[in-house]
């Protein structure tokens, strides 16, 4: 009898997953969704967690995650004052202890901060106390058991989607509406693996066509965030790019690359990125492209500072759709740390949700009297006070190649001998 009923609850529970699944599927398949259920389900998780861990609930201010307030930032020998050797001397060593106590980049690849115990980590800060433990093994199971096997299927779910589409696309010609249909229903799907709860602001300042919309950078899936928001009825979606990949994303960019615009650059060759990068100008200038999707910082980031824009696309002529992402991680950080991207995806798939706000904002072009280099840092600013935190001019390769440092060194040391000199 015992038997019985246990291969009856696990019959139950295997079900209720699969319904679970399927009729998400179905939903976006017939391009709906919960609606507000999943707004519900964020407010009920942070109403969990303020009542095990209360703690003051005010909004970041900005430098939160900051230890100091540094008078030198990103090339520091900028902002040296004086050439009288003794006063940059003072400067140098000021500049010196700065970075020491706090450097301009590594705080943007360390996991976002939050301001609560999220019921995410074992709570080893509440001493001698049993309740929180047992609210955070509760939390786990439900998030491996529950939370997890869903997103999992969905995301099996998203993979088959994109895979059967990119087969049937060798045997037939897809219209734009088809087109639009398939790569929307693909982003939705796989957004939902990911439990993304997002608000979209400003739809009516959307990306059109000709232009780049560019955006700071979480992770890979940010394309697909954005691309979810397409309506279907929409005449345009984007123009996809990235760097090409291996494994799992190099598989979803080959089947990208069968049903929807796409531009991919080979990142480690220099002749590969001065070629991906004319074509998307030219891309950018055509009335006939998507929108190209960008995203100029180049490296992914925990929203906590945009760090700086790489200058190449910022032309005159080019129509410049800014497009600001806001995370919430306290429910969980969408930002790509771990070396593996299925171990990123398993950590997605076991935390509470991706939270996100994205605005739409305004379109800007190149004003006669700037530079690239002025244009690029306007719009980074303006996502960076969009999103409400700093910008860093630094570029964060400085953090990913050897060669970078001994660049920026020596670019340091040439401009500190000619303030001292002259």
């Known amino acids: 009898m015992a038997l019985f009923e246990l291969s009856s609850l696990i019959s139950l529970y295997f079900y209720s997953i699969t319904v679970a699944v399927l009729s998400t599927t179905a939903l976006i398949l017939c391009k709906s969704g919960w609606g507000p259920l999943p707004h519900f389900y964020v407010k009920l998780v942070q109403l969990i967690q303020k009542l ?4 003051p609930d005010a909004e970041w201010p900005r430098n939160r995650s900051k230890i100091i307030e540094k008078r030198f930032e990103g090339m520091f020998y900028s902002s040296l004052e004086s050439s009288n050797i003794s006063k940059t ?3 140098l060593t000021v500049a010196g202890i700065e970075a020491i106590i706090q450097d301009d980049l590594t705080n943007v690849v360390d996991s976002a901060p939050t301001k609560r115990w999220t019921l995410l980590t074992p709570p080893i800060h509440f001493r001698n106390q049993l309740f929180p433990w047992i609210v955070y093994c509760s939390a786990l199971v439900f998030r491996i058991f529950i939370l997890a096997p869903i997103r ?19 045997v037939r010609t897809y219209s734009l509406k088809e087109r639009i249909y398939v790569c929307i229903s693909y982003a939705r799907l796989f957004c939902a693996s990911l439990g993304l709860v997002a608000r979209y602001h400003n739809p009516e300042c959307k990306p059109k066509s000709p232009g780049i919309a560019v955006s700071n950078h979480l992770s890979a899936n940010d394309i697909q965030i954005i691309f979810a928001d397409v309506d279907y009825n929409d005449p345009i979606g984007y123009t996809v790019t990235g760097q090409k990949h291996a494994g799992f994303i190099g598989w979803i960019e080959k089947a990208a690359d069968r049903i ?3 531009l991919w650059v080979e990142r480690s060759q220099r002749s590969d990125r001065q070629a991906f990068l004319q074509q998307v100008i030219e891309a950018a200038k055509n009335q006939k492209f998507d929108p190209v999707l960008l995203f100029p910082e180049g490296y992914c980031t925990n929203n906590t500072s945009v760090i700086q824009f790489r200058k190449g696309v910022f032309e005159d002529g080019v129509n410049i759709y800014p497009v600001a992402i806001r995370q919430n991680p306290s429910l969980g950080d969408s930002f790509w740390q771990e070396d593996s991207f299925l171990t990123y995806l398993w950590r997605l798939f076991t935390s509470w949700a991706i939270v996100l706000n994205i605005y739409y904002l305004p379109p800007v072009t190149k004003l006669p009297e700037e530079t690239q280099e002025e244009f690029a840092q306007r719009v980074q600013l303006i996502i960076a006070q969009t999103v409400n935190v700093d910008t860093v001019q630094l570029d964060l390769k400085l953090l990913k190649r050897k060669h970078e440092q001994k660049r920026y060194k020596d670019d340091a040391q040439k401009a500190v001998s000619a303030i001292i000199s002259g």
């Open 89 to 91: 001397s003072l400067e």
């Open 260 to 262: 929807s615009s796409t």
């Open 152 to 170: 999992l299927g969905l995301l099996m779910v998203s993979m088959l989607w994109v895979s059967a589409v990119a087969l049937v696309s060798l």
């Open 52 to 55: 095990v861990a209360p703690v």
